[in-house]
């Protein structure tokens, strides 16, 4: 079984930067394949980036250039960067989790998900 929980949401300016971080408990998380998706009301839940065991990385379009992922295996932690920040990017945010195999990037169904974490960006 595997635990996730998100730390790092909160409330910025349009421009402002937030480090969202997701540390998981169990057994294997440096061979996971880890990904971060957000849901804003009314809409459906997207991805935004996710990241591989070895460290190969995929953004959706709407961040590159903006948000970072990475991982650091030796804490189970997984983070997501995000600078200039847009209101657009007003969501909660989820960490999630599927074991091997899988690939970045790729299609997958992750099997595991934190409880969220809430970011507000205002103009």
């Known amino acids: 079984q595997v635990l996730l929980v998100e730390s790092g949401g909160g409330s910025v300016q349009s421009g402002g930067s937030l480090r969202l971080s997701c540390v998981a408990s169990?057994?294997?998380?440096?061979?996971?394949?880890m990904a971060w998706f957000r849901q804003s009301p009314g809409k459906q839940r997207e991805a935004v980036a996710a990241?591989?065991?070895?460290?190969?990385?995929s953004y959706t379009d709407y961040v590159k250039g903006r948000f970072t992922i990475s991982r650091d295996s030796a804490k189970n932690t997984l983070y997501l960067q995000m600078n200039s920040l847009k209101p657009e990017d007003t969501a909660m945010y989820y960490c999630?989790?599927?074991?091997?195999?899988?690939?970045?990037?790729?299609?997958?169904?992750?099997?595991?998900w934190g409880q969220g974490t809430q970011v507000t960006v205002s103009s």
């Open positions: 999630a989790a599927v074991p091997p195999p899988c690939a970045v990037p790729g299609e997958m169904a992750y099997n595991y």
């Open positions: 169990g057994y294997g998380f440096r061979d996971f394949c």
């Open positions: 990241i591989g065991s070895g460290g190969t990385k």
